[in-house]
Every structure is written in C-alpha cells, then in structure tokens.
C-alpha cells in the first residue's frame, strides 16, 4: 500500500519561513510528477508547485518567487521551501504524487499539514 506522509507544518509569523516535506512509502515502483496544493477555509483547493519525475517545475503565480519545490528521488521525498510568507498562505497543504505501483499508475494524496502565518 502507498502512503504519502506530509510534515513541517506550523505557526509562523509573516515574512517567516517553513519547509515542508512529504515522503512517500510503499511498494513503489516509479514516482512521476509530484506536487502541493493547498486549502484554505471556505476556498477550493489549488495547486501551489508541481515537479516532474525530469526536475521541470511550475508555480501558481502568487508564490513565484517565494516558494521552490525540489525532490529527492533516491527517498521518494518532496518538499516545498517557503520563504516570506504571508497571511493569505495559511492553509492545509497537501502533498500528491504519480505514483506506478504494481505496473499501475494512480494518483496519491497525503492527510495535509497545516501552515499558518500571523501577520
């Protein structure tokens, strides 16, 4: 079974920074893109940062800039380094991953971290 585990969560004020991490675990055979998206109260979620299995990245326009997304293939990880962050970035990021499994593609989500950011 293929477990996305999200961590580094936390309150931080503005202008602070957090780094989140997210591993994933399991019977993995191959990771293809892998990203963050984000859910603030009463808004849809959005995606923050994505990577390909390739290092290619992309960015919602309201983190460019700030946020940089790596991975690390060699432990299934990717993480997400914030910088000046803002109170309009507190929300529960979640890690997804493309994940090949069993020679079958699917896609993954972790549980969420919660990020908060006073001003």
């Known amino acids: 079974q293929v477990q996305l585990v999200e961590s580094g969560g936390g309150l931080v004020q503005a202008g602070g920074s957090l780094r989140l991490s997210c591993a994933a675990s399991g019977y993995i055979m191959s990771i293809d893109a892998m990203g963050w998206h984000r859910q603030a109260p009463g808004k849809q979620r959005e995606l923050v940062a994505v990577?390909?299995?390739?290092?290619?990245?992309g960015y919602a326009d309201s983190v460019k800039g700030r946020f940089t997304v790596s991975r690390d293939n060699a432990k299934n990880t990717v993480y997400l380094q914030m910088n000046s962050l803002k109170p309009e970035d507190t929300a529960v990021y979640y890690c997804?991953?493309?994940?090949?499994?069993?020679?079958?593609?699917?896609?993954?989500w972790g549980q969420g971290t919660q990020v908060t950011v006073s001003s």
């Open positions: 990577i390909r299995s390739d290092g290619g990245t």
């Open positions: 997804n991953a493309d994940i090949v499994s069993d020679y079958r593609k699917r896609n993954y």
